[in-house]
């Protein structure tokens, strides 16, 4: 299970940090990141990290804004988003993946019940 939270209602160029805490998975095993779903649209890839932390892969959108970075030991991984923009305004979700095609929702083994965050203009 991927319990999501964080998301709230913020200006922009705002800063907001999303966190999730997995449970019944062997955490540290599952490269984990993160999806969003803009309001009439698809879900799209933002971030991945691996099993360990050490490496991190970005969307471009957001690529020098956000970032993730995991606490094994908490089994949680987080998203630090800086410099918001309204055009980043959706519900967030949580992922553990079954592969590692990160930019596919197909490759995600588990999802997270979703935050909104909301970025007013």
């Known amino acids: 299970q991927l319990v999501d939270s964080g998301g709230g209602l913020v200006h922009a160029g705002g800063s907001l940090r999303l966190s999730c805490v997995a449970s019944?998975?062997?955490?540290?095993?599952?490269?984990m990141g993160w999806f969003r779903q803009l309001p009439g649209k698809e879900r799209e890839f933002v971030a991945a990290?691996?099993?360990?932390?050490?490496?991190?892969y970005y969307a471009d959108y957001v690529k020098g804004r956000f970032t993730i970075f995991r606490e094994n030991a908490k089994n949680t991984v987080s998203l630090q988003m800086n410099s918001l923009s309204p055009e980043d305004t959706a519900v967030y979700y949580c992922?553990?993946?079954?592969?590692?095609?990160?930019?596919?929702?197909?490759?995600?083994?588990?999802w997270g019940q979703g935050t909104q965050v909301t970025v007013s203009s």
């Open positions: 992922v553990a993946y079954g592969s590692r095609r990160y930019s596919y929702a197909d490759s995600v083994a588990y």
């Open positions: 990290t691996t099993g360990s932390g050490t490496n991190t």
């Open positions: 019944g998975l062997t955490f540290s095993s599952y490269h």
